[in-house]
């Protein structure tokens, strides 16, 4: 903010405003677009100065691992888009979530995480976690009942992800913040896939948001970045891990983002309506069995998904007829979309699951997860759809 007249201004702006303006603070240059901090250390004007930052009596800067006005800003407009207190930018999205967990778990507690999460995610609690005594269970996203009944008296933390990657499933945020209530634990919500332009877990009463910045915030496939999202109280938690530990963002990366931010709104509205539009399509096509996208009306999530999001998000997935044989042709019949793993970009991608993102998972672990060897995922970009459609056309003429 250049003065309390401007900060005014804002309380209660709309989000598309606050995407472009929260944060910002003007350096006596007076420039007009957010400098980048690359410093790592700042200096002190006295001695007596140093020691007063030092011990924080001061709130100036001391070291980039600590603060960076860059981050700030960044951190500020995260927290004033998901209608938070606070906001901490971290390396990466695992970054976060491992921010989240080291600050807020000890020994002894117990984590229930939805099965359907991304796959490092499962990882870094069945292997890290794990290791320092943090036990875990993992349960399919939807079954309430199943979550209800895996709470224990030590029980500290849900970890939930909406909606899924691939299939779309969308879970009830509301119902699950009453679970974390009744409790006593915390309901981490990962929110990448919607950002806060479509959805805002805080205001269903999650306690925590974690994002990877890579994906639509970035919105271009540029950098890795995550924030970690929520109370002051439990933000003081994660700083100051982030401060002991180091994984913190990079101011470059930061700026980076804040680019990204300013269109964030009207990226997530093009990202679904195009793949509503394709979903729709591809659901008439002889060579597809099934599409799986919360924005169909036959999806199982889609009166949920209108409630809880402002629409439905750029990922979707579609089963072929046949098998993995079938799906691999479709997706190398493809010239338009790039065969990456990746989502969140202007540029549309295509994957196949069963083989990649989710190759690592045993073929129990995948058939309970519905990753079925023809399906496909597309994380649907911003060119036109009409060229969308032609491409897809020429992938399923592969199989036709
Ligand atoms: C990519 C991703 C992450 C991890 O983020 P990185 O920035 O790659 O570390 C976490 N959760 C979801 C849902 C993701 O898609």
Same mark, same amino acid.
Request: glycine share 8%; with cysteine; proline share 4%.
């Given at each position: 903010m250049t003065d309390d007249?401007?900060?005014?201004?804002?309380?209660?702006?709309?989000?598309?405003?606050?995407? #472009?303006?929260?944060?910002i603070t003007r350096s006596l240059e007076g420039e007009h677009a957010e400098p980048i901090f690359l410093t790592s250390s700042y200096v002190f004007d006295s001695a007596a100065d140093a020691a007063a930052r030092?011990?924080?009596?001061?709130?100036?800067?001391?070291?980039?691992?600590?603060?960076?006005?860059?981050?700030?800003?960044?951190?500020?407009?995260?927290? @004033?888009?998901?209608?938070?207190?606070?906001?901490?930018?971290?390396?990466?999205? %695992?970054?976060?979530?491992?921010?989240?967990? +080291?600050?807020?778990?000890?020994?002894?507690?117990h984590v229930i995480c939805s099965r359907n999460v991304f796959g490092t995610t499962?990882?870094?609690?069945?292997?890290? +976690?794990?290791?320092?005594?943090?036990?875990?269970?993992?349960?399919?996203?939807?079954?309430?009942?199943?979550?209800?009944? @895996?709470?224990?008296?030590?029980?500290?933390m849900l970890f939930v992800e909406t909606p899924s990657n691939p299939l779309c499933e969308v879970a009830d945020l509301a119902a699950m913040a009453e679970l974390a209530r009744a409790s006593d634990s915390l309901l981490v919500?990962?929110?990448?896939?919607?950002?806060?332009?479509?959805?805002?877990?805080?205001? =269903?009463? @999650?306690? #925590?948001?974690?994002?990877?910045?890579?994906?639509? !915030?970035?919105g271009q496939g540029r950098c890795v970045g995550g924030a970690v999202v929520g109370?002051?109280?439990? %933000?003081?938690?994660?700083?100051?891990?982030? *401060?002991?530990?180091?994984?913190? +963002?990079?101011?470059?990366?930061?700026w980076v983002f804040l680019k990204g931010?300013?269109?964030? *709104?009207?990226? %997530?509205?093009?990202?679904? *309506?195009?793949? =509503?539009?394709?979903?729709?399509?591809?659901?008439?096509?002889p060579g597809v069995e099934r599409v799986f996208y919360a924005g169909l009306p036959d999806h199982p999530g889609h009166e949920l998904a209108r409630r809880q999001q402002r629409a439905f998000g750029g990922v979707l997935s579609f089963a072929v007829k046949g098998g993995r044989q079938q799906a691999w042709d479709v997706i190398d019949g493809v010239r338009i979309m790039s065969l990456t793993a990746n989502l969140g970009d202007a540029k549309t991608t295509i994957v196949h699951p069963a083989t990649t993102t989710h190759g690592r !998972?045993?073929?129990?672990?995948?058939?309970?997860?519905? #990753?079925?060897?023809? =399906?496909? *995922?597309?994380?649907?970009?911003?060119?036109?759809?009409?060229?969308?459609?032609?491409?897809?056309?020429?992938?399923?003429?592969a199989i036709a």
């Open positions: 007249t401007e900060f005014d201004a804002l309380a209660g702006a709309h989000l598309d405003t606050l995407a #472009i303006r929260a944060g030092f011990s924080g009596d001061s709130p100036g800067n001391v070291y980039s691992r600590y603060t960076n006005p860059t981050v700030r800003t960044f951190e500020e407009r995260i927290a @004033a888009l998901e209608g938070a207190e606070q906001a901490v930018g971290t390396a990466s999205g %695992m970054a976060a979530i491992l921010s989240t967990c +080291m600050a807020l778990l000890k020994s002894g507690d499962v990882n870094l609690f069945g292997k890290y +976690m794990a290791k320092f005594g943090v036990e875990v269970s993992f349960v399919p996203l939807l079954e309430l009942d199943q979550w209800r009944a @895996a709470i224990r008296p030590n029980t500290a919500v990962d929110n990448c896939f919607c950002t806060p332009a479509l959805q805002t877990p805080l205001s =269903l009463g @999650a306690d #925590i948001v974690i994002h990877s910045a890579t994906k639509y !915030l970035d109370s002051h109280r439990h %933000m003081e938690e994660v700083v100051t891990f982030l *401060r002991t530990c180091g994984p913190t +963002m990079s101011p470059f990366n930061a931010l300013e269109t964030l *709104r009207l990226r %997530m509205e093009a990202h679904s *309506r195009n793949a =509503l539009e394709l979903a729709g399509w591809l659901q008439q096509q !998972l045993s073929p129990g672990d995948r058939a309970a997860a519905g #990753i079925t060897d023809n =399906l496909i *995922r597309i994380a649907v970009g911003l060119e036109h759809v009409d060229d969308l459609r032609a491409d897809l056309q020429r992938g399923l003429a």
